[in-house]
């Protein structure tokens, strides 16, 4: 149309330099999310331009591979220990710079930023690949590409393709930033049987921000989300010696729960955190169900507890308890070991004078602000009276609000009490945080959920115990075959649910493992295999924290060498490119940023980079992979 | 199998095929000076369809140094070294590096194996893998020479015989039967061969994808390119 031809008549060049294109590649198979992002720059100017690859790509994600090619050349990550790679780099690292490439950035994401001399005339693309296990939360898994290309790109493109051996139930795609027309002629979603498929492809005329802008209006989260069909119970996938085994059985009663929430109300807590505190815990509370029973424990220099002892969720209760959570003021100091305790010896008590609710899910949410600072303040003694107290009987969920929570030291008491931390984000929608991970544990379905595979036939295996299983969530479980066990692979499943036994076997259908491969090829197999790595190395880093020193180097070591084998990037590895430099004589590298890791103001400025006139010779992670000859002579498949 | 010929003095490459029956062994590489051998035996598809050329593929390769009492037996599935002596079996899961007296064998993952011989050449072997579920295709290997400037000038079989200088001339490039694939006469081992120029694909570098490669293709399993007819290079015993 006239419109549309006026408004490709923008120059989408910024000092001389275009982006040719811009595509987001996503594959998923079976969870697994392979992300490929290529960018193609030009450099129409007479002189050098600086130009710059920048992106985020989601926390719970390894980068496995990135390079950059400039005139024919290709200059690519090399992966390797993070310790050689720092003797490497040493005199960089001691005088405290880095040239790394990788930052947090906000709660969910990290950035990754290069920038690069451009000489003129010439065209640089860059191609990052990283990947993820998605995780189930309610009900659904999400996909998020965030999107901010700093000018007009002539051929952009998002292109998500989904594979579920299940079947998908749903499928959607939102871009926050689109208005609702251009979106819905923008974006194209579709899913049929096991396939989905999303692209968003919008041409230059749909990305910018007005017919006469030359600024664009992509600008925030791409994301799609879609849900697997569960009409049969078992979904357990066999490729290639691997297993991944994804259970999330439907159509479960929910089961009553024992709740106490234990609150810290040290003097730290005042104003804004204090108050959303308490507007969340009022909402929690009126979302309570009559069959469930809770108490509250506050906790600042001395502890106190609402009730002392579980009550039901009656409205009379529910009433008087919410007044309670009106009404409480702040205290000095930060009482974290007798909060805690106190909350656990409550929950215990249903063995002795409770029986009638010992068949529900008990659970434990404790709450804090900042480092124990009365009582017991040794936290290793802290960890061993939780630990001792718990016995295993409950998970325990830690909520660390703000930056001055020793998070790491919640996060190894709630692993080692089958829960997990999360971090609240002092922030305007602190509320809605904690709400938000109320409502994942808020409706257990099943309790000691265990999930056995023959001993003979499993090499290696991820967690297969859970304490407790919530509605909307999955259990994942993977691992290693042994050969030749591969047809006779079966998953047994054993839990509590509401008044009820829980037990299911699944066999590997091997007919339907075939035609998946058919139809998927060795992305399924490579995918599960993959899998199953990425789970293992996070769960050998999450282990690593909560043992002694000897065991730590040993997981360590573990975890280090599935990340070189399979080429991540995890908190034990570094990628550094080779054959481009800064000012400094320093190589770009690639690190995972730690969870403490300074926000990005606190940061110096990015480098910029140079390539070097020729190709770097190619390395490999192996250092035994040798180099071949250009020209061989060989003999090889029709 | 396909027959990849790089001729350095030429800055060319000459293809050939050999079409044999599955579990037909050839020799690839014999040095009668040191009794260095590699023979690949051939395998087929596991299902033959009706009416077509079945496509045949290494499935075994075997490679003897007799002077170190060096032996390596390779198949899609396993490594061994020394299988005359229930030496280690390997997987092609394992990352490994063997030594034995002046063979060092690199195994790198899922991917390839290579085999440096002191004094000697420098060999890759290729993993192919199909996907699991195919009723057809199976796995199978690809060999290729990477360094062979120390073997002997006696040195022959299939590959073995060109690693000293060919000489050929290419004349008449005309279209032939294929408008995208010309013919050409080729004069070589004083034989005039009409050949073809055509496209392989060489997976020393990337197992995955490989490369393309342009040759002019002898026709008739390499008649008048090799040395003598190809059922010269069947052998009885992988060693």
């Known amino acids: ?638 | 199998p396909h027959f990849i010929i790089h001729v350095p003095q030429k800055e060319d490459t000459l293809c050939f095929n050999i079409n044999e029956e599955p579990g037909v062994i050839l020799s690839l590489v014999q040095d009668p000076n040191t009794g260095f051998s590699v023979n690949g035996q051939l395998i087929g598809n596991k299902a033959r369809s009706p009416g077509q050329h079945d496509g045949t593929y290494f499935g075994r390769l075997g490679i003897a140094n007799p002077a170190t009492d060096f032996q390596l037996e390779v198949t899609p599935q396993n490594i061994t070294l020394n299988p005359g002596f229930g030496g280690p079996v390997f997987s092609w899961r394992d990352q490994a590096v063997l030594r034995q007296d002046g063979v060092v064998v690199t195994i790198n993952k899922k991917r390839n194996l290579v085999v440096s011989v002191d004094d000697g050449g420098t060999f890759e072997v290729v993993l192919h893998r199909v996907w699991k579920g195919s009723s057809v295709h199976q796995d199978f290997l690809g060999f290729y020479v990477l360094d062979s400037h120390r073997m002997s000038a006696r040195t022959h079989g299939l590959l073995g015989q060109f690693f000293h200088p060919i000489g050929f001339e290419v004349s008449d490039i005309h279209p032939g039967s294929d408008p995208t694939k010309p013919d050409a006469t080729m004069v070589v081992r004083n034989r005039r061969l009409t050949v073809t120029r055509g496209l392989q694909k060489d997976y020393s570098k990337d197992p995955w994808h490989g490369a393309e490669v342009s040759c002019w293709f002898i026709h008739n399993n390499g008649a008048g390119l090799i040395d003598g007819a190809y059922t010269d290079y069947i052998v009885p015993d992988i060693f």
């Open chain 1, 1 to 638: 149309s006239k419109s549309s031809e006026k408004r490709q008549a923008v120059d989408t060049a910024v000092d001389g330099v275009f982006i040719r294109s811009l595509k987001v590649n996503c594959k998923v198979t079976s969870r697994f999310a392979h992300y490929v992002v290529t960018s193609q720059v030009v450099n129409t100017a007479n002189e050098a331009r600086e130009v710059a690859f920048d992106l985020e790509i989601p926390k719970t994600a390894f980068i496995s591979d990135f390079a950059v090619t400039a005139d024919g050349n290709a200059f690519i990550g090399d992966i390797k220990d993070k310790v050689t790679a720092w003797k490497q780099y040493r005199k960089a690292a001691i005088s405290g710079e880095n040239a790394g490439l990788v930052r947090a950035s906000g709660r969910t994401m990290e950035q990754f930023t290069i920038h690069l001399t451009v000489n003129p005339q010439s065209k640089v693309t860059f191609q990052l690949t990283y990947e993820e296990v998605l995780k189930r939360n309610h009900m659904q898994y999400e996909i998020v590409i965030k999107v901010k290309p700093k000018q007009l790109v002539h051929h952009f493109e998002i292109d998500v393709d989904i594979f579920e051996p299940q079947g998908i139930s749903k499928l959607d795609a939102q871009a926050s930033f689109l208005p609702k027309e251009l979106a819905a002629q923008t974006i194209k979603k579709s899913f049929s049987g096991k396939k989905g498929h999303v692209l968003f492809r919008p041409t230059v005329s749909q990305q910018q921000s007005c017919p006469t802008c030359s600024t664009s209006l992509l600008n925030g989260h791409f994301k799609v989300t879609y849900d697997v069909s569960r009409d049969k119970i078992c979904d357990l996938l066999v490729a290639n010696n691997h297993f991944a085994h994804f259970f999330a059985p439907q159509n479960l009663t929910n089961m009553n729960k024992n709740v106490v929430f234990v609150i810290d109300i040290s003097g730290s807590m005042r104003g804004q955190k204090v108050k959303q505190t308490k507007e969340a815990l009022l909402k929690i509370l009126g979302d309570m169900q009559p069959g469930d029973y809770f108490d509250l424990v506050l906790f600042g220099t001395r502890v106190q507890s609402w009730k002392g002892s579980l009550v039901q969720a009656s409205e009379a209760n529910l009433q008087a308890a919410q007044d309670f959570v009106r009404g409480f003021s702040l205290d000095e100091a930060t009482n974290l070991n007798g909060g805690l305790l106190r909350g656990i010896e409550i929950l215990n008590q249903v063995q002795e004078s409770l029986p009638e609710l010992s068949n529900h899910a008990s659970i434990l949410i404790m709450l804090t602000d900042g480092d124990p600072t009365e009582g017991v303040t040794d936290r290793s003694q802290i960890l061993k009276n939780v630990r001792n107290a718990i016995r295993g009987r409950f998970p325990l969920y830690n909520l660390g609000f703000g930056h001055n929570v020793d998070f790491n030291f919640l996060e190894v008491m709630s692993m080692e009490n089958n829960g997990r931390a999360q971090r609240i984000y002092e922030d305007h929608d602190a509320t809605q945080q904690l709400q938000g991970f109320y409502s994942q544990v808020a409706k257990p379905l099943l309790v000691d959920v265990d999930l056995q595979y023959p001993q003979d036939a499993v090499l290696a295996l991820t967690q297969n115990h859970h304490k407790q299983y919530y509605e909307g969530s999955e259990i994942v479980v993977a691992g290693r075959i042994a050969d030749n066990k591969q047809s006779s692979f079966k998953a047994d499943v054993q839990a509590h649910g509401e008044g009820q036994e829980f037990s299911i076997t699944c066999l590997v259908d091997e007919e339907e493992m075939k035609k998946l491969l058919r139809e998927r090829g060795h992305m399924l197999e490579n995918h599960v295999e993959r899998l199953w790595a990425y789970l293992t190395i996070q769960e050998l880093l999450a282990k690593r924290m909560k043992v002694d020193r000897e065991e730590r180097a040993n997981l360590s070591s573990q975890a280090l060498q599935m990340s070189l084998d399979y080429g991540f990037v995890t908190p034990l590895t570094s990628m550094s490119i080779r054959g481009m430099a800064d000012q400094d004589g320093l190589k770009p590298t690639i690190d995972k940023p730690s969870e403490d890791s300074p926000p990005l103001e606190m940061l110096g400025p990015r480098r910029t980079f140079v390539l070097s006139a020729l190709q770097p010779s190619p390395t490999h992670s192996s250092s035994n992979t040798q180099r071949l000859p250009d020209r061989v002579t060989g003999v090889d498949t029709d």
